[in-house]
């Protein structure tokens, strides 16, 4: 199992020169990836293509970026000219957002989320083959679209997937998932066993999960969830979060949380691990003074 640091969650309180140098810290301590949420901050796939110019190892993804605002050919033609700008290191990871933005913030219609994202993987995935799209459906009508980026190679694509039709159509047109605010029993018995199902059933190799899951090593368990409790409120009152912390049950995104010891957390590491996840990603939140750096130095000492 790959394990990741998720980065810019805290948006305009880094500048871009700290994220290089946050993500050339994180290279050198030995970590498989980068991973950041393009939220109202720093555009994630073009902040990543940065540090993807200034490192040489390190696997780099988005988590998520949204799709609605961006059409299927622009989504590919930025995805490939990161995949080129970081010698190919990069992951598109896209996803719906949430009717709250999508619909009250952004105006489109969030009618019929799981239909958008199939017609958007019917555009999105030959493109970033190198091949032509041509398709014709309810929201987009592409024809004859090709992309060709000198240095590209094809970036692995996952999608954000929860609810059983998205787990469906990533595993049928995906490379995988990546998913927040999901449990390790949820994990095991919901997203990894739908998503290998339909990767099965379409033919396609063994799918990557990416798994996030805030993070914080400390002495004091129940202070730090407390503290992670009302950082991440937001969080248990969107319904597609809401529905996998109900399925897990749990009250809320402090009780997924990884908070507690080193014996503690190299169980919880391990048992990701077990039941399947391919890529263990840390939100470290840091709950107390030193807890930030406290945590990734235990983070490198599990790989």
Request: with cysteine; hydrophobic share 40%; net charge negative.
């Amino acid at each position: 199992m790959r394990i990741g640091i998720t980065m810019g969650a805290d948006g305009t309180e880094t500048t871009l020169a700290q994220l290089v140098e946050q993500g050339q810290a994180i290279e050198k301590k030995g970590f498989d990836s980068i991973w950041m949420p393009n939220i109202f901050s720093y555009d994630a796939i073009q902040a990543l293509s940065l540090i993807g110019h200034e490192t040489s190892r390190i696997g780099l993804g988005t988590a998520v970026t949204p799709t609605y605002p961006r059409h299927p050919t622009a989504l590919a033609q930025q995805a490939l000219t990161a995949a080129a700008m970081t010698d190919n290191r990069f992951t598109l990871g896209i996803g719906l957002s949430h009717q709250m933005v999508i619909e009250n913030m952004f105006g489109f219609s969030y009618d019929k989320p799981a239909r958008h994202m199939k017609e958007y993987l019917k555009v999105l995935i030959p493109l970033i083959n190198g091949e032509t799209a041509s398709f014709k459906g309810e929201e987009y009508r592409v024809n004859g679209v090709t992309l060709s980026v000198p240095g590209a190679e094809k970036p692995p694509v996952v999608v954000a997937a929860l609810g059983p039709l998205m787990l469906k159509l990533a595993g049928e047109l995906a490379d995988g998932t990546t998913t927040w605010m999901v449990g390790p029993k949820t994990m095991e018995g919901h997203i990894i066993k739908s998503i290998r199902q339909a990767a099965s059933a379409a033919g396609r190799a063994e799918p990557t999960v990416v798994g996030g899951f805030p993070v914080v090593l400390t002495n004091k368990p129940d202070e730090a969830r407390a503290v992670i409790g009302k950082a991440l409120t937001i969080y248990g009152q969107l319904p597609s979060y809401r529905a996998m912390l109900d399925r897990e049950g749990v009250k809320g995104p402090a009780d997924i949380a990884m908070a507690g010891d080193e014996n503690y957390m190299r169980g919880e590491i391990a048992r990701l691990q077990d039941i399947g996840v391919t890529d263990f990603t840390a939100a470290i939140v840091g709950t107390e003074e030193g807890a930030y750096e406290r945590t990734l130095d235990f983070l490198a000492s599990c790989l």
